[in-house]
């Protein structure tokens, strides 16, 4: 399928098949996952790929009983970091200069750039600011996922605090954001058949 294709397709899937995807499959869309833009390169969150039925059966009763966190196939977890200071920044740039061949130290201007920016802001705006991050990544995701036919339906309406106990997130310094579960559309799933519905372009789109 064409992106435009693709895009028509999808839709947010609420009944899925016992269909399992190929572990190739999962891997590619965590590299598209992995591969996804985010403010100065930082990435500041995880991506949790939960294949096991027994933990998204642990899951379900957080998850405002949407059945399809344990009907589908893998459901990914979008975590975003909880600790974003002066030490993750400095790993971060550490990292691109080990990964470019450049000599230790050699963006230490841009590095205290990047600090002097993030850490002028409050707990509360940084946790925000990951999150935006957070929906580029899911965004990525689904693209990539339609690309692929595989079908998803991205949640925002779960219990935080319920997944991160069961995931064990805090003490990964993390904090759950958004999930999405992957798999095939059941052929009961009557939402398939529904037309798609958004903005006519000539409402979506302003030209300046």
Request: net charge negative.
């Amino acid at each position: 399928m064409s992106i435009l294709e693709a895009l028509n397709w999808r839709y947010a899937v609420r009944e899925f098949s016992d269909r399992k995807l190929s572990d190739d499959v999962i891997a590619a869309l965590v590299e598209a996952t992995r591969l996804s833009p985010s403010a100065y390169g930082l990435q500041p969150y995880k991506l949790l790929v939960i294949k096991s039925a027994e933990v998204r059966a642990k899951l379900l009763p957080f998850a405002m009983g949407q059945n399809k966190v344990r009907e589908c196939s893998h459901l990914f977890v979008l975590a975003r970091n909880t600790n974003i200071d002066a030490q993750f920044i400095e790993q971060h740039f550490t990292h691109v200069e080990n990964e470019r061949g450049l000599k230790p130290g050699a963006l230490a201007g841009f590095t205290q750039h990047v600090k002097d920016v993030m850490l002028s802001l409050s707990t509360e705006e940084l946790a925000h600011w990951a999150e935006k991050q957070v929906h580029i990544a899911l965004g990525n995701l689904l693209t990539a996922a339609a690309i692929k036919g595989v079908d998803a339906c991205p949640m925002a309406g779960f219990e935080n605090q319920g997944f991160d106990g069961i995931l064990g997130l805090s003490e990964l310094g993390l904090r759950s954001s958004v999930i999405c579960a992957l798999g095939e559309r059941a052929d009961t799933d009557a939402s398939a058949a529904e037309r798609k519905v958004r903005l006519p372009s000539a409402e979506f789109s302003l030209e300046i």
